[in-house]
């Protein structure tokens, strides 16, 4: 992917997860917690186009961060989203196309990754708690849960795509 | 008649033990007890052993 | 007497109502509380109840009810300290409740009445009111006694360091009451001598002038002798007042002096402080670097391994051809390109390469970009599904657990420096209490020298009432009065030599009693040798071999429980007292002594009375035997000490 630009954070919920997680994510901050909401954000299956307009503070991910750091993962998580969400009425040939095919296409797939994004990072919101520590706690507990398959939030999203899907395809 | 003065002597031992138990359980009792009462019935006892009224 | 319940409420540090049951089957109970939390103040419970009287320890206040409970109540509120001891003697039970209520006034919380009532179940199992109970209570446990029945063995401690002199009066005191002895006593003070005027010679010596006239050198003679007997009477007074003033001042340096020396120089201080703040700030730090730990962990880890989860869940959401077709392992384009190429005829199996399976090598070349991107959609779902293997929940577990033992010791350090400022704080600058000190010392010395001129002029005030009963007696000597009145005092200075060798005979008798009884129980529980002596005043001396005075706190520890034992056995013995049972409510110096000590004292305890109960500041499982551990309880307290409660079992680990 070509990142050309700092891909904008707008929105309460990304000031707020900066201002309150920046303490456990230190390291590349913002970038770090674009990554988590956006990983969190394909899991659901949700997007969210843009969060509510906020105030002057100016949150981004920059893109000399991406691109130093990232390794290629961007591209990675790209791939799984287009090849799995059912929030984008394609047809299997376009989303190969897109996830392996040339870079050129009218498609912005920054902007499509930022609504994942904007999704997970209200998820991620949800599990500040009043201390660092509870924080952590839940950020591990809901991490936990949602892996080893106890999370019942997405447990119902997938049954619920499950028959979306049946009648589409 | 007049006593031997060991008589006396047991008589006044007596009468002052008496005196100063009384004395005793009188003062737990939160009652009033000087100390010149007391010398002054030893004195009077004294005075009776001896036989001398005055 | 064996002491059933006690119970109380708002009384010194005990704000709520709290309740001990006392084992009565002959076991030990133990009441465990450390020092400043309350466990002296629960065992002058049990005086207070019984007698109404309490000692209290200079550095407390010497207000009955509980402080914070006084905060919490209104002016004009009335409230109530009250303690209640059931017990059971002569086969009757028997409860005693005292209660003193307090109203709270603009300035100061003021007693305003006493309540003080014993009640006695009967046959029926109804209670009745029992009258005069101050008189009840002296026949069943004599207050002269007190002291033993209520031991407290730490303060016996420090008396014995210094000579042990308030042990002495105090023992010679209840031995004395024990015997009637103070009845003699007492009588020999009426009795008096010729000089004290208000005694029964006294008054016999100076009627030897009473029938002479006024104004005669006899009665010039009267005059003198009661005016000087006043002024002597004054005189001693004074002294008296003086003499204790100066051992207040005394014991204020020795305080002092003990404050100081336990007293942290201020340089001590500042040197652990910093050595707290560095440990903590260190661990405030640790706690950042393991939470950032946990924060890299899971951006390392944890958004791949979602995406892992997520395509192979994908399979069930979106069914996609490309998934389906699979090229088999190890098959990739430059194979296929080589198998298809018409020069190949043979596989690289060995199978010829047919129709079929050309057909099926150009299947294969279909699944290869730019024809299709089914081999490369394999090659991503492999590479996602190795992201998979790095999820370990036990990695954050840990990471967090770091965390929170981190804070943990962060916060007992920060606890630490908290305390430590406290401590400063209360132990005050060492200049202030140099001054305060030598304040005291430059007062003793200024009493010495008032004591020295007062004694001077009683010596004075002595002679001339010597001078002038020499010169009446002179005078007298002739005339009947002064016959008959000497007459009388030969029978009095009789009956007193009478009193006096009583008393001579018996505190020589007691004291030697009192002494092989100590003794044989001090061979029992020290493991060296000690000689112990009881003089007939009853002052106790603990000498070694080679008639050293003992001066170790843990000899000592080990003397006062063999004092007190040899006490009890005296008391039992004794003709008036032998049919009754006391009970021994001890609190015991049992970490003065050594282990081998201590399992000796414990050993000992059941022997001391039918009842016994301890209050111990230190962990005395080890040593008791199982069978003799009766009713167990433990005293905690809140931080700021003042409020205290008392709970069953053995809290202490």
Known sequence: MDITSDIRLKGKAWEQAISELSDIFVTRTNYSLFMLSLAIGIMYDKRIPSLDEDGDENRSVPRNVINTHDNGKLDFFFQAA??????????????????????????????????????GVTKLVELIGDTPLETMEKIKNFLVTSIEGNNFEIDELMLEEMEISEDDL | MSKSSDEIVDEMIVFIEKEEKDLQAAKRANEKGTRTDIVNRILQKLDTEMGDEN | MKIKTIEYENFRNFKDYGKIKCSTDGRLTVVYGKNGDGKTTLHQLFQWVFYGQIKFNKTTTDTLYNLALNDEKNYEDRFDVWGRIEFEHDGSNYSLTRTHTYKKGIDSTDKISEDFSLQKEDNEFNWKRVDRPNEAVERMLPSGLAEYFFFDGESMIADLRVKGRDSASKLRKAIYSMFDLDIVESALGHIGKADLKSTVIGKLYISKGTTVSSGSDISSKMTNIEMSQNKIEKAKEDIAKEENERKKQKQTINEISEKIGSTKSKEEYEEKRQKYVKERDAFIEKTKEDMQAFGNTIIEKYPQIIISKVVNDAKNKLKLKVDSERLPEGVNKRLITYLSSMNTKKCICGNTLGVAERSRIKRYQEMLPPLSYSSTYQDFKKTVERWKTDYDKDELESKIRAVISDQEFAHNRDRDIINLDEEEKKSGDIEDLIIARQEATDKVTELDESLSARKGLLDKLNLFLKQEMKKFDELTEKNEASQKASAKIEIMELVAQVFTNKLNIAAEEYSKKLQGTIQNLLDVMLTSKRKVSVSSDFTVRVTDSYNDESKSEGQFAVVS??????????????????EKEFPLVLDGPFSKLDADQRQNVVDMLPELASQVIVFSKDDLHDVLKEDYVGNIYTITSNEEKNIAQVEEGKLWT
């Open chain 3, 561 to 578: 429980f063999a004092y007190i034992g040899g006490i009890l056995k005296m008391i039992r013995e004794n003709e008036d007292l032998k």
């Open chain 1, 82 to 119: 287009i090849l799995s969400t059912t929030t984008e009425d394609k047809k299997e040939d376009e989303r190969l196309e897109l996830a392996f095919g040339d870079e050129k296409t009218e498609f912005n797939k920054v902007n499509f990754l930022l609504q994942f994004a904007n999704y």
